[in-house]
């Protein structure tokens, strides 16, 4: 699916110096795909890396800042029941608490620090995240005017996000006999256009039928008497089956250069008919393109937890997780550095001071 395709382009010939208006498009069309191929070459290609080196170097670290931040969690605990702290700083030490075990409980269950965040919060954390994901779905049903249902976990983004599209497409379904109703009363040149648009997609299964049979007449495996062409037939005929099941016209294309049933000069020779017929199979499939270049950036995202709205491309994942690693590196020290601190009442007093500075309070924050 990802080899380009060099051997399909239009060239001017001797006769026609210039490449006609679809000819112009077709090439064009073609340079498109070639370059969505390879973007979603590149996203296939950049998660086996990514993967090792995620897991390797920067697991570990969000693992151990995870279980530093318990642990600075149970300190601070700790100190706010320690005298020698003013109101001012016990406040503050109250508010840490709350903070830290909090984000720990949006990302797993933990009776600890549920514990730690009810007596400090003076309220139930159950029932506040209860209210937030009410908010939540109320702020979803009412931006999109759609019922989620109750079903819904609104604690997984994927389930929120399938639940949506499965309501978008019911509301889509819904109004069809409406349609129907307005389509009777279409004018007489609305519905000439509509039966045009239809006998153009049949037009445009035909050609590509045509391409099939051709190619499935020439690779039915049990013609073949050599068990290795056979075998060889075999995968091809694999190959126009999927392409012709998914109404792919340009891998039929390819293989039917593979086969050498058509050359350079067939290609030149396309009439514009047939060209106008392609260019419109051809832009539908560089939308299916792009879909499968987003829904792959999309799982990528979610599996690696990148959460930054900015773009994010294969070419640099690998600096990014560099980078974030190094940062990460950085906030742990800083966490154990400041769980030494938690040792000294008045350490203690002299870091809640300077507190605004200590960046490993964001570290939620951190796209991975």
Do not use: C
Not at 170 to 180: S, T
Request: net charge neutral; aromatic share 4%.
């Amino acid at each position: 699916m990802n080899r380009t395709l060099t051997a399909i382009n239009i060239v001017p010939g001797q006769g026609s110096p210039r490449l006609t208006k679809a000819q112009k498009v077709f090439n064009r069309l073609i340079q498109q795909i070639n370059d969505r191929r390879a973007k979603l070459a590149a996203w296939e290609e950049i998660t086996p890396p990514f993967q090792r080196k995620y897991m390797a170097e920067m697991h570990p670290l969000l693992q151990a800042a995870e279980d530093l931040r318990i642990e600075t969690a149970r300190a601070l605990d700790q100190l706010s029941g320690l005298k020698g702290l003013s109101k001012r700083e016990r406040r503050l030490v109250v508010n840490l608490v709350v903070d830290l075990a909090g984000g720990l409980l949006a990302e797993g269950e933990n009776e600890e620090m549920k514990r730690l965040y009810n007596k400090h919060a003076h309220s139930d954390f159950d029932e506040d995240q209860a209210a937030m994901l009410d908010g939540m779905r109320f702020m979803f049903e009412e931006s999109l005017g759609i019922d989620l249902g109750d079903a819904v976990d609104l604690n997984s983004p994927e389930a929120v996000m399938a639940r949506i599209r499965e309501r978008m497409e019911e509301q889509q379904r819904g109004p069809a006999p409406r349609a129907r109703k307005a389509r009777r009363t279409k004018s007489a040149q609305a519905l000439a256009k509509e039966e045009q648009q239809l006998a153009e997609t049949q037009r445009i299964s035909q050609s590509i039928r045509e391409i099939y049979r051709k190619l499935a007449s020439a690779l039915h495996p049990d013609r073949e008497a050599d068990p290795l062409e056979r075998e060889r037939k075999t995968v091809l005929m694999q190959r126009a089956n999927q392409a012709y099941e998914k109404g792919n016209l340009l891998q039929l294309l390819e293989l039917q250069i593979e086969l050498e049933h058509i050359d350079q000069a067939a290609i030149n020779g396309l009439g514009e008919e047939r060209l106008s017929q392609y260019n419109k199979v051809i832009k539908e499939q560089l939308g299916e393109l792009d879909a499968e270049i987003a829904r792959a950036e999309g799982e990528f995202r979610m599996r690696f937890g990148i959460t930054t709205h900015g773009r994010v491309t294969p070419a640099s994942l690998l600096r990014n997780l560099a980078g974030e690693i190094a940062s990460v590196q950085i906030e742990v020290r800083q966490m154990r550095e400041d769980l030494a601190v938690f040792q000294n009442i008045q350490a203690t007093k002299a870091w809640l001071k300077e507190m605004p500075a200590r960046h490993w309070m964001d570290l939620d924050d951190l796209p991975f």
